[in-house]
Every structure is written in structure tokens, then in C-alpha cells.
């Protein structure tokens, strides 16, 4: 707890229970209710926050709005420096930011340093990109005529992020965003509030420092402003980080009003063990996969799907490797797996368990929920793993929380049919060191992924490749390659430069 308190102190948060920021601005409603950020890792409250109101929001949008006039037309390597000097305060504040990470979300101290790195790494990659924001040039069928496409940006963009990334999700939104030309209203997770001001006031000092005015980086507290988000019409583009079931609300609102949404929701995310892997590289990958962050990633490992011939093998040193686990405090670094985030969780993962076991489900190392010292803050689980059928209606669900399932299976073709055979399409892998088996799982007729891997598990990715997936992951790509084109709008300039008017496909038009 006090090293929770220097950390808070450090970030400069502990002053700040805001309903909202403008930058260097912070405020709320004389009657502004509260919610408490609650640390998953000892149920202890960390502090009271406040909830923006209809007018807080009015009042941001309207000073984002006005801030857009004046950042679309800073040239956009002006831009990336202010994104170079954000990376640099994060190298400063890395120790603290991530601390306040593993506190709020329960991730283990590596795990919350890891994400503020993501977060260094992708303003370093926008920072390039701010040079290099390029449209083609194509050559007209008319004589005398140019062509060429270029980007600007689309506005104003909301971020709405998800708790279990709740530092590195706003980030790869936030560093491409403003490089491109565009301002942003953050809306972080209620569960994981103290994370978005600590976030919010690192920029804030960076846009002070250079005489930038208010409105380029906003935040905002509370669920109510989610839909206030989804229906609001001067916000051209919503990046949406959450499970389906919420995306579903997301994008059909966005898409009511025309907008544009970028959509990153749940996975469930399976690694096809071929009887050509390497076995002990696997069983790292998979358990890492399962039970890192508690199972609460979007890559989390949640179905294996092993060859029948080393079924058995792979089985039995899986449960020993379980039988290994450490579970407790995720800041102390000799712990491998930390608490889910709140009852709700606990609840959702116990009765993933007994709906399995209703549906058939074999548990071969069990579940079950931790109490006593020192587990008294009630969110430590045990991770579990069950022998299933891919068809149990538990299995096509994500649950956010460390159960592994285990499918067998005989050949590629059907290894590959049931690593696709789920509603959502995230990450996949496959571990081999038969080249045939690798490239056919990459193939058009391999895993329908966004994110296909050769013997790396599925969790976790680089910000240098298009993060995403399809079918109910809700097909948005985010940080690297070229997802920064999601958050401008392209236009096609075509200029004649001949003195006569002709059409195009030659159509004649004479008066
Ligand atoms: P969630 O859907 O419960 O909440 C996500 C965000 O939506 C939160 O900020 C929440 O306050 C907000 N919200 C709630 N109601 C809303 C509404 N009506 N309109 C707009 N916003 C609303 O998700 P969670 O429990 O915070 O996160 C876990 C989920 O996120 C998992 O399904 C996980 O797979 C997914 N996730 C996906 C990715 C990805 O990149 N694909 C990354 C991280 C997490």
C-alpha cells in the first residue's frame, strides 16, 4: 500500500479524482458521483473516482472539436515529435505506470512493465510513420491529366478500452490517431480508471510543455459515456476494445449513424499440437498461453488441440507443468498466475466449470476458487484443464479466465477444421517442425485467424503487425503495418492540366 501511494504520487494522480480532462484541464460536476478503483490483488480500494455527466461530455467534445481546427494543420512531423516526447516521459515513468498496471488489473509487475514497453514501442513506430503517411499516385487515362489519393485525418476519434490492456490498448489507438491528424476522447475501463488518469496527465504535461492547447487528448469517467460515444455524430471514427456482446452495441450504433467503427473483441484462440512439435517448447507456450494474465487476454490459449498419437504424453506433462503453478500477489515476481478482476469474473469462470461438466466436460487438473491468506481479496482461481468435444456450447464461448481445453484429433485438414470451428477469429497457432504442416496451416485453406502462428503461442503480439481478428473478433486492425489508414479518410484527386474537358471511358459529351 505505500508503495501503491508513491507510485500514485509519482504519477501525479493522487490529487485527481476527475470526471474528465481536457488536457491540462481537469474537472467535474459539483454533484458528480463516485466510483472506487478497487486493486484485484488484495480487494483493497486504491481511491474514488468521479463520473462525467451529459455536460462534461458536451463540454470536452466541444473543446476537442475546437483543438482539431488547430492539430489537422500542424504539419504531421510536428505531430510525431509531440508523440517522441510522449514515448520519453513513458521511458521516465515506466516503473511507475507499469506498477500501477499489475495494482489496478491484477497483472503480474512483468506483464504491467511489458505494456507500458508496447506503449513505448508504438510511439517510436508513429513517430516514423508521421513521415511516411503516403497515398499512390496512378496514371490517369486521360491526356494531361493527374492522379494521385491522399489521407487526411477524420476528426475527432473515441477510444473505448477494454481493463485487461488498460494502458497499451489506448496507447496504439491514441500515438496513430494523432500522428494522422486527429484528436481523441478516451473513455477507459470503470475497473480500471486510475490507469487512464495516470495515462492522461503523462500527455497532459507533454502538450503543456509545448504550448499545445486543450482538446487533443480528452478523457472521460464512466460507463454512461460509452453510448454518448456510440450515438454522436461529430465523432467520426470509434475504436472499440471489449467483448462481443458489447461491440455488437458498439458497432450497431456507430454503423446506424454512418460512422466508422474499429472493432477489437473477444478471441478464442486455439494451438494445434502436431505430433512434429517440439514438445517442451510447446507445453511452455501453451501453459503461458492459458494461464498468463489469468486467462484474461484477448490472445489468452484457451483450446489445445492435439495430435492422438502423443495425446497422452502431451497430457500428462501438461498437468505436471500445472502442478508447478504459483499463484498469489502478481508484484512479486516469483508468482505465475495473479487474481481475475472482480466478482463478476469469478463468477463467470466458476460457472464456465459447471456448465462444462454438465455438457461433459473432464477435468483433469480442477478449478476452483482460492480463500484464505493470501487470497482474502476472493479473485484467485485456479487454472484448470478439461478434456471437451469443440461443438460443447462452452467451448465456442470466450471466458475470460484460465480453463484450457483439450481436443483430439488425427489429421490436419480436421485439426485445422476445428481450430475454425468457433465464432471468433483472433489468434491461432500451430506448433511443428514439419515445413508441409506449417505452410498448410498459413495457406488460404489454413486457420482463419487474424493472427496465425508457427510454433509461437497465441498470446501476446509485436506493434509492428496489424493487431486484430475476424468473425465476432470484429475484423478492425490496430498499431503496425498499415492500420493507421483506418483513421483517416482517403481521397482521389484526379487534376487536368490540358486545355479541353475529355470524359472518362471516352464518353463524348458535345454542346
Ligand atoms: P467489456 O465489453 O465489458 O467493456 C469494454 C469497454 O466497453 C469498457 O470500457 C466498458 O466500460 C465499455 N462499455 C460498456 N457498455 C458500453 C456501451 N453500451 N457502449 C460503449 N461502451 C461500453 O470488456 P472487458 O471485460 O473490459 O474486456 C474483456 C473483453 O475485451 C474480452 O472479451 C476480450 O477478449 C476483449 N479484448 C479484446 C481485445 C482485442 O484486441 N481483440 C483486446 C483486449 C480485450
Redesign the pocket.
Known amino acids: 500500500q505505500n508503495n501503491i501511494s508513491t507510485v500514485l504520487k509519482n504519477l501525479g494522480v493522487l490529487d485527481l479524482n476527475p470526471a474528465f480532462s481536457t488536457g491540462s484541464n481537469w474537472g467535474a460536476s459539483a454533484n458528480a458521483k463516485t466510483i472506487d478503483s478497487l486493486s484485484p490483488v488484495d480487494g483493497k480500494k486504491i481511491a474514488s473516482v468521479q463520473l462525467a455527466t451529459a455536460e462534461d461530455y458536451e463540454a470536452v467534445v466541444k473543446k476537442a472539436e475546437e483543438a482539431f481546427i488547430f492539430w489537422r494543420s500542424l504539419p504531421a512531423p510536428k505531430r510525431g515529435d509531440i508523440v517522441r516526447q510522449f514515448g520519453d516521459a513513458l521511458r521516465l515513468h515506466k516503473e511507475d505506470l507499469g506498477t500501477l498496471v499489475s495494482y489496478e488489473m491484477g497483472k503480474s509487475l512483468q506483464e504491467g512493465f511489458g505494456e507500458v514497453q508496447e506503449m513505448i514501442d508504438i510511439c517510436d513506430f508513429a513517430v516514423g510513420l508521421s513521415r511516411q503517411l503516403y497515398g499512390l499516385t496512378m496514371h490517369s487515362e486521360r491526356p494531361n491529366h493527374r492522379m494521385y489519393e491522399q489521407w487526411h485525418p477524420m476528426g475527432i476519434v473515441g477510444i ?6 488498460p494502458v497499451a ?1 489506448w496507447s496504439w489507438n491514441t500515438a496513430l490517431a494523432w500522428v494522422c491528424g486527429n484528436v481523441c476522447i478516451w ?5 480500471t480508471p486510475l490507469c487512464g488518469v495516470a495515462c492522461q496527465h503523462i500527455i497532459a504535461t507533454v502538450l503543456k510543455n509545448n504550448d499545445m492547447p486543450e482538446g487533443i487528448s480528452n478523457l472521460l469517467i464512466g ?1 454512461a459515456v ?2 454518448l ?2 450515438n454522436d455524430k461529430r465523432i467520426p471514427l470509434v475504436s ?8 455488437r ?2 458497432s450497431s ?1 456507430v454503423a446506424g449513424r454512418f460512422g466508422r467503427s474499429i472493432l ?4 478464442n484462440n486455439a494451438i494445434i499440437i502436431s505430433k512434429d512439435a517440439d514438445i517442451d517448447m510447446s507445453i511452455i507456450g501453451a501453459v503461458f498461453g492459458a494461464v498468463g494474465t489469468a486467462g ?3 490472445t489468452s490459449t484457451r483450446r489445445l488441440i492435439i495430435h492422438e498419437d502423443i495425446y497422452e504424453d502431451f497430457k500428462n506433462k501438461l498437468t505436471k507443468a500445472y502442478g508447478q503453478l504459483r499463484i498469489g500477489d502478481p508484484l512479486d515476481q516469483h508468482n505465475h498466475v495473479g487474481p481475475l ?1 472482480d466478482t463478476a469474473a469469478v463468477d463467470m469462470y466458476t460457472h464456465a466449470i459447471e456448465k462444462g461438466k454438465k455438457e461433459g466436460a473432464k477435468f483433469i487438473v480442477e478449478g476452483g476458487v482460492l480463500n484464505g491468506n493470501p487470497y482474502q481479496s476472493g479473485f484467485y482461481v485456479k487454472p484448470c484443464v478439461a478434456e471437451v468435444e469443440n461443438h460443447y456450447e462452452i467451448v465456442q464461448e ?1 471466458t ?1 479466465a484460465p480453463i484450457l481445453y483439450l481436443i483430439k484429433y488425427k489429421t490436419l485438414d480436421q485439426a485445422i477444421s476445428l481450430q475454425n470451428g468457433v465464432p471468433q477469429g ?1 489468434s491461432s497457432a500451430i506448433m511443428t517442425l514439419n515445413l508441409r504442416e506449417a505452410e498448410q496451416f498459413l495457406s488460404v485453406a489454413g486457420s482463419d485467424c487474424g493472427i496465425a502462428n508457427v510454433n509461437i503461442g497465441t498470446s501476446g503480439a509485436e506493434i509492428g503487425g496489424a ?3 475476424e468473425k465476432e ?2 475484423g478492425g486492425r ?1 498499431s503496425g503495418s498499415d492500420a493507421w489508414k483506418a483513421y483517416m479518410r482517403r481521397q482521389t484527386n484526379t487534376i487536368n492540366y490540358s486545355n479541353t474537358l475529355p470524359l472518362a471511358q471516352g464518353i463524348k459529351f458535345d454542346l
Open positions: 473505448i478500452s477494454a481493463f485487461n490492456f490498448v473513455k477507459p475501463s470503470s475497473k460507463n460509452g453510448d460515444i456510440n472499440f476494445t471489449g467483448s462481443t456482446r458489447i461491440g452495441v458498439v450504433a477489437e473483441l473477444g478471441g484474461q487476454r484477448c478482476i470466450e475470460f483472433l493487431f486484430g481478428g473478433t470484429g490496430e
